[in-house]
């Protein structure tokens, strides 16, 4: 069993866990959107393993996931998360461990048809060098008894897509690709029993070994960005507490029925509309409006779904069905508007649509004039099938595929996802970039006053540390060069603030309520109270990523629902002249609509809910990966991090990818112009077609490598 | 060209030898994770003897 024999590198041991752990299958998965090296796989797997829970463990580098097998399979895996996340690895539980099945498949078909295709091909360069009579009927049969078997099982795929277009009366891709690696069975088969000179196995597996190098790479593709956007989408939490007789009960959000009563936490998204029982609470609509302030909300108000609560827990009484609450209504306005924006024809699809008429056409009546001029209807026959085969869109059906793999790849190293299959092409096109402001381009900070002393510093420091609230860590930054003080007795009071001990003086950062205070945040030392002002930071490198955006001519726009002043204020720190403010979603998506009517690509770049019509409504879109799950599912890419800087690059990527993929066409379309004549006029020999297309094949997917 | 007769064979034999090897390594998951195996080569087996 031992394939490995390095004495130094092998021992028992982790072979025979390895064996393990491909008879058991993991119990768990979790996602891990930000590794990406070897050091992260050797901390990972680590931490893992000394959790006595834990069986075994192992990261899968490419698909970003770590497979679990843990003693217990209803294990929670909240214990382990929150062990990656202490050492500083982001770590989320994946909604169910998925199979490839499909892939593996196709990687078994391909294997198998480079087989069979080498063998015949060995065969095939014996018959051309001059095998004659039994001989070469011999390698004939021996051809016959391994390609049919093969092309039977290895192009099922393309057999099977051929025949539902077929009956649904439809012409697509499929059906001339299934059409000649059939005729050029048949035919080989009739001249083999015959014992004619031509058979054309060897180009009925290279057909389908190049087809079904494409179509792996394309499933392989779709298959990673289609799991990391699903993966992304799970990070919203599914399940809400409810308040039963006083008892807390998780549910999930579909089985909460009006009227029931949850409970919330500081920082917790509000699930569905509802009506606020606690006495009062503070409230951020940034999703919904872009409004940057939280605004203080009384008892019996209304709470939309998609606002967060800063200041909790509370309680609220559902007022709507999971199906009706506001964020669902959004996401239904938004596929609305996804349908109504149409499928965009990728350039495959309109290649293809020019294609199959042309070749069919060209083989026919190629048939029909040798016919004619020679009466000869064996010889008519042959050149009309030599035709099909030596044209099936071999180097097409990789042209494409071949090169959003290479693109999709690095852009998925540099940290963003590409959801939509057309997404590239559409990307190379863009124009004109609209960015959304709050929570894409800024962020919410307190700010630390100029006129604290060292001592205050050093003890907002230590209250700051002690939690993970977004706002306490914003302080951070400003105080990196200050030691934190040794406050005795930290607690934090959830949704309040935190409270400690510095020299026998009450010292506390948290709510102006909580404290006594009019300001929304309030640093008290002692006796004194600091208010503490928020501003809206800019993200780091907003700045350098627009500059280069503008540099490389595209028309950038901010596009904001906050107010006219601190939309402009923003515009100006970015020196973006063209600032639209108090936009609500429909004058997004209206605006949207104008541009795009002129005749512009406009790529929009948002994360609130807000944004979700333009996001949509946009001939492309970016949503950051801190961005709500609407958004994201209508945006073409998703960066795992909200780093901007992404943006020209991807930019770039995606118009170096669309080159390649015209170039692909070019390369193409002259090996075509090429071989057409040759086969037209009789001259094509089986082994000269098989090798044609080897070659035109590999030519694109080296073309397609240049991506960079 | 009696040779025919036992090299025919035993080409196809060795193919066929070479496909139960791929299906085996398919199988058995080797192609799951190409970047982390690229990674793993780097480091040394015996340093998470756990």
Not at chain 1, 37 to 48: F, T
Not at chain 1, 176 to 183: E, Y
């Amino acid at each position: 069993m031992s394939v490995a024999a390095c004495p130094g590198c092998v021992t028992a041991g982790p072979t025979a866990e390895r064996l393990a752990h491909d008879i058991a299958l993991p119990t768990h998965e979790l996602i891990l959107p930000r590794i990406h090296c070897l050091a992260c796989i050797n901390a990972v797997e680590q931490a893992l393993h000394s959790v006595p829970d834990i069986e075994s463990a192992r990261v899968n580098l490419s698909r970003k996931r770590v497979s679990i097998l843990a003693r217990n399979p209803a294990a929670d895996p909240t214990p382990w998360i929150e062990h990656l996340s202490a050492l500083g690895y982001e770590a989320h539980e994946a909604r169910q461990t998925q199979g490839n099945t499909k892939m593996q498949g196709l990687v078994l078909r391909l294997g198998i048809s480079g087989f069979a295709m080498m063998n015949v091909m060995l065969l095939s360069v014996a018959v051309w060098s001059g095998a004659t009579d039994a001989t070469r009927d011999l390698f004939h049969w021996i051809s016959a008894a391994i390609a049919l078997p093969a092309t039977l099982f290895c192009a099922e795929p393309f057999f099977s897509n051929a025949w539902s277009a077929i009956k649904a009366r439809r012409l697509n891709m499929d059906v001339p690709i299934a059409l000649a690696i059939f005729l050029a069975c048949m035919v080989s088969v009739y001249e083999t029993m015959h014992s004619g000179a031509h058979a054309y196995f060897d180009a009925a597996l290279s057909l389908t070994f190049f087809l079904l190098a494409g179509r792996t790479l394309d499933a392989w593709m779709r298959s990673n960005a289609r799991s990391a956007a699903a993966d992304l989408a799970a990070l919203e939490p599914r399940r809400v507490i409810t308040l039963v007789e006083g008892q807390q009960q998780s549910r999930a959000i579909d089985d909460i029925a009006v009227g029931t009563e949850i409970h919330l936490t500081a920082g917790m998204r509000v699930p569905l509309d509802a009506l606020l029982l606690s006495e009062r609470t503070e409230i951020d609509r940034s999703a919904l409006t872009g409004e940057s302030e939280t605004s203080i909300v009384l008892q019996g108000a209304h709470l939309t779904a998609g606002e967060i609560v800063v200041c909790g827990p509370i309680s609220a009484r559902t007022t709507v069905p999971s199906s009706q609450s506001t964020l669902r209504r959004m996401v239904e306005l938004a596929s609305i508007a996804e349908a109504a924006r149409g499928r965009y024809s990728s350039l495959a699809d309109r290649a293809a649509q020019l294609y199959a008429p042309v070749i069919h056409g060209l083989s026919l009546v190629g048939g029909m004039v040798w016919f004619f001029l020679t009466g000869d209807v064996h010889k008519a026959v042959m050149v009309a099938i030599a035709t099909l085969i030596i044209t099936c869109p071999c180097a097409l059906g990789l042209a494409v595929p071949a090169v959003a793999t290479v693109a999709t790849n690095r852009i998925f190293r540099l940290g963003a996802l590409v959801k939509s299959d057309t997404a590239l092409e559409r990307l190379a096109t863009v124009t004109t970039i609209a960015f959304d402001k709050t929570g894409t381009l800024t962020q919410s900070a307190l700010i630390v006053p100029a006129n604290f002393s060292i001592e205050e510093c050093q003890v907002l420091k230590a209250l700051a540390m002690a939690s993970q609230h977004p706002l306490s860590q914003s302080l951070l930054p400003a105080l990196a060069d200050v030691t934190a003080a040794a406050v005795s007795g930290l607690k934090e009071y959830r949704g309040q603030g935190i409270w400690g001990r510095w020299n026998g003086q009450d010292v506390r950062l948290g709510s102006g309520a909580w404290v006594g205070a009019e300001a929304s945040t309030v640093f008290q030392f002692g006796k004194t109270i600091h208010p503490l002002s928020r501003t809206e930071h800019l993200i780091p490198g907003a700045k350098d990523t627009i500059r280069q955006l503008q540099d490389q001519g595209y028309d950038v726009h901010l596009v904001s629902g906050d107010k006219q002043a601190s939309a402009a204020a923003m515009a100006r720190d970015l020196n973006i002249a063209k600032v639209h403010a108090e936009m609500t979603p429909e004058a997004k998506q209206t605006f949207v609509a104008d541009i795009q009517a002129k005749g512009e690509h406009l790529l929009m770049v948002g994360d609130g809910l807000n944004d979700t019509l333009a996001l949509t409504q946009a001939w492309a879109s970016i949503a950051p990966g801190s961005a709500l799950e609407a958004s994201q599912n209508a945006a073409d890419i998703v960066l795992l991090d909200g780093d901007l800087a992404k943006i020209p690059e991807t930019l770039r990527l995606a118009k170096s990818a669309r080159r390649r993929i015209l170039e692909n066409f070019a390369l193409a379309a002259s090996y075509n112009a090429v071989a057409i004549p040759i086969a037209l006029s009789g001259f094509a020999s089986p082994l000269f077609a098989a090798l044609a297309m080897s070659l035109s094949s590999i030519t694109v997917t080296l073309n397609a490598l240049r991506v960079r | 060209m009696n040779v025919l007769v036992v090299l025919v064979p035993i080409s196809l034999f060795l193919g066929l030898g070479a496909l139960g090897a791929f299906v085996w390594t398919l199988k058995a998951g080797q192609y799951d994770d190409l970047e982390g195996d690229a990674a793993r080569a780097l480091f040394r087996d015996d340093d998470k003897s756990n």
